[in-house]
């Protein structure tokens, strides 16, 4: 499926509709789904958002009768890695998701497996989705942390079909893994009657996903168990969210990992400076790559070199803005130039603001190619100006043509492996969820609620509330959808005290944003999260 900007949190642009296209901001795109109500009462705040702090499970009863879904499966499995041998169960399953007065929400599917460990006392469970709004959890399951894979050694598109793998890789020897598809995703389904527009939001996705957590652990009895999330893309946002849904509803957790994080939307709005700075240090990370600057350093050295120009000289120059002097507008540009490896003349016309469609298209032009935005490392052949329409190639993206189609097909069939018998379409990524996401979000302890959502502060709160919860934050030099630069400014500039940035990790790889679609990324995240899941036994 194709997939425009906006559907994996960066762009700023949607596709066409009816023949024409049509350009919808962030903040347009929420005023037209009636967002940006103002609370000023924190009761009724919690009223509509979290009414008690009791899960209702399989006892509620649906305001209409529920529709007939696909009956359970599960087969016993067995991985290796050539080392060690796990013996596991993979289950296949539709999760009924409960108001808290019984209606029927709809049914979330979930795709688990569970080692036959006896004493499962101190076993983990991970829940592991990604993001969009509107994607499956498929890319992050068969992509590299699930226990089979499509293997991926090059930066090369994939064949299909593809030979799927037991995965040396995966996180079974650690934790069991859960893989839930958000509402109106994959194989998950509203009910017919209940409004989708209610689960398809910043918030009651997050609901939702609690709900489906309380199912899941209700019916495979494993509640008082140490829980996990693992989070892609907007899934880190998810996460974020439901790390203080989770207590507030009494699910305590353990550890997060945020891959590919974003937790403030703001740099995703049009001419926002935090765009541009976060982007700079991607953009050097792809010239020197290609070899247009920084030749003979070092990937991460002349990153690091970027991103701290980005700190000490570029973001007070756009802060300047038009009252910066030219004479240090030009130095600036030159010194720009240096890293991202385009003219200082071009740099200097567009008064140092590079976008993203730009520098794609401009950093390899001489050699007749683009550049992908997942991971800027994949190319393909530019395309003639007939094509120049650039709502089309905002979606192009070779980074995702490379993968996402092996990836979705292979995946089908570890589920037709388990017996289960959904429907012949699934969707890795749905326009229609993505379309109607609403974005309003009101951070707890702040007033109003924005359609520009900063779950930064969800974070924050759920670790003041839980002492022992961890969170470690993976990030690329080739993500140019999440840029790292971001997250980081995302949490340092709360301020948190010593005690919960103590509790936060951040780890950069060369990876673009699908870490666990590169292989010298794999192989190093492998060990770190196993480390990572270690902690839960220290202090």
């Known amino acids: ?132 709004p509107g994607g499956s959890s498929a890319m ?19 064949p299909c079909p593809t030979k799927p793998e037991d995965n040396p890789y995966s996180l079974l020897p650690t934790t069991d893994l859960v893989y839930l598809d958000a509402m109106g995703t994959g194989y998950s389904k509203v009910a017919e009657g209940y409004d989708p527009k209610k689960v398809w939001g910043v918030d009651g996705d997050a609901d939702a996903f609690m709900r489906g957590i309380a199912q899941w652990l209700t019916t495979h009895e494993r509640w008082n168990t140490p829980l996990y999330l693992y989070g892609e893309s907007y899934g880190t946002m998810r996460n974020s969210v439901l790390m203080r849904v989770l207590g507030e509803r009494g699910i305590a957790l353990t550890g997060v990992i945020e891959q590919s994080s974003i937790l403030d939307y703001a740099p995703t709005l049009a001419g926002n400076d935090l765009y541009y700075m976060g982007m700079v ?37 756009l802060i300047a803005s038009d009252s910066i002097m030219p004479a240090e507008e030009h130095e600036l540009a030159v ?25 794609r298209k401009t950093i390899m032009a001489d050699e007749g190619l683009f550049t992908g935005r997942y991971d800027t490392r994949f190319t393909e052949p530019a395309y003639m100006d007939v094509q120049g329409d650039n709502e089309f190639f905002a979606g192009e993206d070779p980074s995702g043509d490379a993968i996402m189609t092996p990836d979705q097909s292979a995946w089908m069939k570890l589920v037709q492996e388990t017996g289960f018998k959904g429907s012949s379409i699934n969707m890795l990524l749905s326009m229609k969820v993505n379309m109607d996401w609403n974005w309003t979000h009101q951070a707890p302890g702040t007033m109003g609620s924005p359609v520009c959502p900063n779950t930064a502060y969800d974070m924050g709160t759920a670790l003041r509330r839980n002492p022992y919860c961890r969170v470690r934050s993976f990030g690329g030099i080739h993500d140019a959808a999440t840029p790292f630069w971001n997250v980081k400014h995302s949490i340092s500039k709360m301020f948190l005290p010593e005690s919960i940035p103590s509790r936060i990790e ?32 220290e202090a």
């Open 140 to 158: 992050v399951n068969i992509g590299g942390l699930g226990p089979r894979r499509v293997p991926i050694n090059t930066l090369k598109q994939l």
């Open 506 to 537: 951040y780890k950069v790889h060369e990876n673009g944003h699908m870490a666990y679609e590169d292989l010298p990324t794999l192989e190093k995240m492998a060990p770190e999260l196993a480390a990572f899941y270690d902690k839960r036994h």
């Open 335 to 359: 010194e720009l130039s240096e890293l991202i490896g385009l003219p200082a003349e071009f740099i200097e016309q567009k008064h140092l603001r590079i976008e993203l469609d730009t520098f």
């Open 1 to 132: 499926p194709r997939l425009p900007p906006r559907f994996v949190t960066r762009g700023r642009r949607a596709p066409a509709r009816g023949g024409k296209a049509r350009r919808l901001s962030l903040v347009s795109r929420a005023r037209d789904l009636g967002a940006g109500r103002l609370f000023t009462s924190k009761e009724r705040i919690m009223a509509e958002t979290t009414p008690s702090f009791t899960v209702t499970m399989n006892d509620g009863k649906s305001a209409k009768p529920e529709e007939p879904v696909a009956a359970p499966a599960s087969k016993d499995m067995t991985w290796t890695d050539g080392k060690q041998t796990i013996k596991y169960t993979a289950t296949a399953e539709l999760l009924p998701l409960h108001t808290d007065d019984g209606t029927l929400i709809g049914h979330m599917f979930a795709l688990s497996y569970v080692s036959d460990e006896k004493d499962k006392s101190d076993r983990p469970v991970t829940f592991c989705w990604n993001g969009g």
């Open 281 to 317: 240090p991607v953009y050097a990370a792809t010239a020197n790559y290609f070899g247009k600057a920084g030749k003979g350093v070092d990937q991460f050295e002349w990153f690091d070199k970027a991103w701290k120009f980005v700190d000490e000289k570029y973001g007070r120059a």
